[in-house]
């Protein structure tokens, strides 16, 4: 509701979503590997996963964690395609953007066919509404493998699914700066930001609303 805190009803900030109490509490990200940022001790620039086996992705910045109420709020986004729910995770990533914004954003694409059945892209979505408030320009890659949902499967199979999955229609600008909702494994970015590198940008970063801490749904 207008004017009320989407997460508690109480009056929000003026010209926020939130108030002030419940901004203080919300799952914030506040300690993250620089690479992947997932969760890590305070002053560990990476996990141990990044220093064993690097991405292809340079940096991620994810500001909050994937935890309640943020999980709520994403699955009212990714599933339900709620406005009001979009509208808020992205004025949080606004909050917390990354150092370098890069030349351009890029949205994650979705499969035509997966498109057609779903009709909502939630990476896509939030990618338009940065572009509009930050007047930075966006690309566009193509999903050319229809892989099955990534929700069940484990970090590898994760890679495995998606490799070969996106292409780049023209060289894109040197820098790309992928938006998704949340980051769970990486293999998305991974695989996105393989196919940016091998099309010819140069650096490839990750900024999304919310990082799942390991070990969690």
Same mark, same amino acid.
Request: overall charge neutral; aromatic content about 6%; charged content about 15%.
């Given at each position: 509701m207008p004017g009320y805190c989407a997460f508690c009803l109480a009056p929000a900030l003026a010209g926020q979503g *939130?108030?002030? @109490?419940?901004?203080? $509490?919300?799952p914030w990200n506040r300690h993250a590997?620089?690479?992947c940022g997932d969760p890590v $001790?305070? =002053?560990? %620039?990476?996990c141990g996963h990044c220093l064993v086996e690097p991405s292809t992705f340079t940096a991620t910045q994810a500001g909050l964690m994937y935890l309640e109420p943020i999980k =709520?709020?994403?699955h009212d986004f990714k599933f339900h395609a709620s406005p009001r729910a979009g509208t808020l995770l992205a004025e949080l990533m606004l909050l917390? %953007? %990354?150092?370098?914004l890069g030349d351009a954003l890029l949205s994650v694409p979705m499969h035509p066919s997966h498109a057609r059945t779903r009709g909502f892209n939630q990476s896509q979505w939030l990618a338009e509404r940065l572009s509009r408030q930050l007047d930075a320009p966006m690309v566009s890659a193509n999903r050319i493998k229809d892989s099955p949902s990534q929700r069940t499967l484990n970090r590898r199979q994760r890679a495995a699914n998606l490799a070969g999955a996106f292409v780049f229609e023209s060289v894109p600008p040197a820098h790309l700066l992928i938006i998704d909702d949340v980051v769970t494994t990486g293999s998305t970015g991974h695989a996105l930001a393989r196919a940016a590198l091998d099309a010819g940008a140069e650096r490839v970063d990750? *900024? @999304? @609303? @919310?990082? $799942? %801490?390991?070990g969690k749904d």
């Open positions: *939130w108030c002030l @109490a419940c901004l203080k $509490t919300l590997c620089r690479q $001790t305070h =002053e560990t %620039p990476l =709520e709020l994403v917390t %953007p %990354p150092a370098d990750i *900024w @999304a @609303a @919310a990082r $799942t %801490p390991l």
